[in-house]
């Protein structure tokens, strides 16, 4: 078990070592990805290592020339990693318009240390998944597909599509088995351990991911599971990047049992598959149309995360919801109200507690989330 977690780890430890020295050994193309929706699957079948892009953990200095400091973490760090050069083991980047704020930032990486590839995708903000949506999507991907060919000198063939599609679904299967075995056995890895095995995930080659968890699920498994005590909780939110690692242990340690997710590098990032078949662009597009979990930077109105939430919660038989704000996301703070308002009406407690880049007080978090935990019932 020790190690297995020791690999998970990492990547997640020095995601810029870690992914520079794979390079170095491989000699393969890197394609650094901005969160979150863009598919992977295509960068894989050109023979490249996609990587999601991650929130560092140095303070922002020279980000601060190109991005003012109420932009979201992920913004502001992955445009002071790019300006200062760290980012600059990555043979391309593909962005997309997630959301407004993060639109200008392949703008400054490319005036500034531009990648020798560069792509931005127009994916449509919305989930309609009409006629015109999923034709606008389709063309993207293929576009995407074709600049990769170009840049990569080999055919991205169907069939290669498919291997690729094919090693991502089992992936997140294999990372579905583990959320449902933790659903099941609370407590059975410390939250922790679970968002290190997401995150290697997006920064590691899928295929020896599937290993190291295969390996990890017969080891769990195998072992003995002594029942944890705790309060069970759901984590909701945290859009675009990791939470601290330090939060979690803090929730825990106040006698609170994580038994699911909808964050980013949680469940949201491998809910969803995409279908063999013979037009895999076409499977790609479809599940970017897929409705959830809920995505409130692709929000529409139709489309409830308060819902969505109630309906988890009942089912785990959750005792409350701790919402995981990344700071200055508008997206998430557009929403939040009426979902806090539906928690209210529906009985569910839920406390908020912000996410931020380096400026986080875990005294002040700490304090709320005690009260949290008296609220679901102290100790
Ligand atoms: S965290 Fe929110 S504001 Fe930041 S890029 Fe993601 S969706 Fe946009």
Not at 222 to 239: D, E, H, R, T
Not at 251 to 274: K, S, T
Not at 306 to 327: C, F, M, R, S, Y
């Amino acid at each position: 078990m020790e190690e297995i977690m020791k690999q998970f780890v990492e990547y997640p430890s020095d995601p810029y070592t870690s992914i520079a020295k794979w390079k170095e050994n491989t000699k393969k193309k890197v394609i650094g990805i901005f969160p979150m929706w863009i598919p992977e699957e295509i960068i894989h079948a050109a023979g490249m290592l996609p990587v999601v892009m991650w929130r560092s953990n140095e303070a922002i200095t020279w980000g601060y020339a190109h991005v003012p400091p109420y932009n979201c973490a992920i913004n502001k760090s992955v445009v002071d990693d790019a300006v200062k050069g760290k980012l600059k083991f990555m043979d391309g980047m593909v962005f997309l318009r997630q959301c407004l704020q993060s639109q200008e930032v392949p703008f400054i990486v490319e005036n500034n240390r531009p990648p020798a590839f560069e792509e931005y995708l127009y994916l449509p903000p919305i989930y309609h998944g009409d006629k015109a949506s999923k034709d606008f999507t389709r063309d993207e991907f293929k576009r995407l597909r074709k600049r990769l060919e170009e840049f990569g000198g080999e055919k991205i063939t169907d069939e290669k599509l498919n291997e690729s599609i094919n090693i991502y679904n089992k992936n997140r299967s294999l990372l579905r088995k583990l959320y449902d075995l933790r659903k099941e056995k609370p407590g059975i890895l410390r939250g922790r351990d679970v968002l290190r095995i997401v995150w290697s995930s997006m920064l590691m080659p899928k295929e020896e991911h599937n290993k190291l968890l295969e390996s990890l699920l017969s080891e769990l498994e195998k072992n003995g599971y002594k029942p944890a005590k705790g309060k069970k909780v759901f984590l909701s939110g945290c859009l675009c990047i990791h939470p601290q690692l330090e939060l979690l242990d803090m929730i825990e340690d106040l006698g609170m049992l994580v038994v699911d997710d909808d964050i980013y590098v949680g469940y949201r990032y491998f809910a969803n598959d995409a279908e063999i078949t013979d037009d895999p662009i076409g499977a790609l597009m479809e599940r970017h149309f897929i409705k959830t979990p809920v995505d409130p930077a692709r929000g529409e109105v139709e489309v409830n995360w308060g819902k969505e939430l109630i309906g988890k919660v009942k089912k785990l038989h959750a005792d409350g919801i701790i919402t995981l704000l990344t700071k200055y996301c508008p997206p998430h703070l557009c929403y939040y109200p009426d979902i806090k308002v539906e928690l209210a009406n529906a009985g569910i407690p839920e406390v908020l507690i912000e996410v931020e880049h380096e400026v986080i007080s875990m005294e002040s978090i700490k304090t709320r989330l005690q009260s949290f935990r008296e609220m679901i019932g102290g100790h």
